[in-house]
């Protein structure tokens, strides 16, 4: 099998690629800086700016399935422009593939996409499955939901489209563990707000798993990519602060505290989404990391 894969050097892309690498995928792989390309045996880079609407369209010779993880981190302050630059990134770039889809001839029957659980709203009852359609009036639902209208259009071309909708990724090297880690390293963990917000979360090594098991089995559709067993933001806290075997006595942090911190962005702190794995649970996915304490204890002991 030949993929091409968007976003290969970010945090997930570079777990998939050692997934796919070891299970005997071939990948090409776009990327917008030409010092990072490389042309080895089962691994070639192509060049692209979404941007620009420039791509070098042999990145999909004999390529089977796309899988599309490329957009701007949402891990920075939301300035205007940088939500602009948010929403184009993953808009642009899914609207660049479909053209060079549509115009070059392939043989490219699945293309896989990322997406997220903040399409959902934030709520403290309701648990979220892909059925849902009552979307948040948020930001990053508004982008979620572009984003996933854009990759829909593949569909048009007659090729099988999934969309994995991701949750909180655990990992060490980046993301939202390594923020509550790093102040819980001095003993000064703490949850946001109440703490009773729901944090649906997903280790690194099934989060690239859910994407290799899509793509084994040609899985079409909204997939939750989160484990089956989610907790609320005070539990998460007080848990990596065990597996760091550090104190948690901290008083909370309020809501208004991190809005002038952080702006716009507090909301990832802050939203509650308790979101379901049952139906990739149903397509026989079996989670590596069924419990916050295990994924913790690999990813900070």
């Known amino acids: 099998m030949k993929v091409l894969i968007t976003g290969a050097t970010g945090l997930v892309g570079s777990e998939l690629v050692s997934l796919l690498l070891k299970n ?36 999909i010779d004999g390529v089977d399935a796309i899988l599309h993880l490329a957009g701007a981190s949402i891990a920075k302050r939301w300035t205007e422009s940088y939500k602009q630059q948010i929403l184009e990134s993953r808009v642009l770039s899914t609207t660049v593939l479909y053209g060079l889809l549509k115009n070059r001839s392939n043989n490219v029957h699945h293309f896989i996409s990322a997406s997220a659980t903040g399409i959902y709203p934030s709520s403290l009852e309701k648990v979220y499955s892909e ?32 969309k994995v909708r991701t949750g909180l990724v655990l990992s060490r090297k980046s993301g939202v563990l390594k923020e509550i880690a790093a102040p819980a390293r001095f003993g000064f963990a703490a949850a946001f707000g109440s703490g009773k917000q729901m944090q649906s979360w997903v280790h690194i090594d099934d989060l690239s798993g859910i994407y290799h098991y899509i793509l084994n089995n040609e899985l079409e559709g909204i997939y939750n990519a989160v484990a089956p067993f989610p907790v609320d933001n005070n539990k998460l806290t007080k848990q990596v602060a065990k597996a760091l075997d550090k104190p948690y006595f901290m008083p909370n942090i309020p809501k208004f505290a991190m809005e002038a911190v952080l702006g716009e962005m507090h909301t990832l702190l802050f939203d509650s989404q308790n979101v379901s794995a049952k139906k990739i649970i149903g397509e026989g996915y079996q989670f590596k990391y069924l419990s916050l304490e295990k994924a913790l204890k690999a990813e900070l002991a």
């Not at 776009?30 to 692209?48: A, H, I, P, R, V």
């Not at 854009?150 to 071309?157: E, G």
Request: proline share 1%; with cysteine.
């Open 131 to 162: 059925d849902d359609t009552d979307f948040d009036n948020s930001f990053l639902s508004h982008v979620v939901q572009r984003w996933e209208s854009a990759v829909d259009r593949i569909k048009q071309l007659n090729i099988r489209v999934s």
């Open 24 to 59: 005997g995928v071939h990948i090409h792989y776009l990327t917008t800086s030409k010092d990072k390309l490389q042309d080895e045996l089962n691994y070639k880079g192509f060049f692209w700016n979404p941007e620009k609407g420039i791509i070098d369209e042999s990145c």
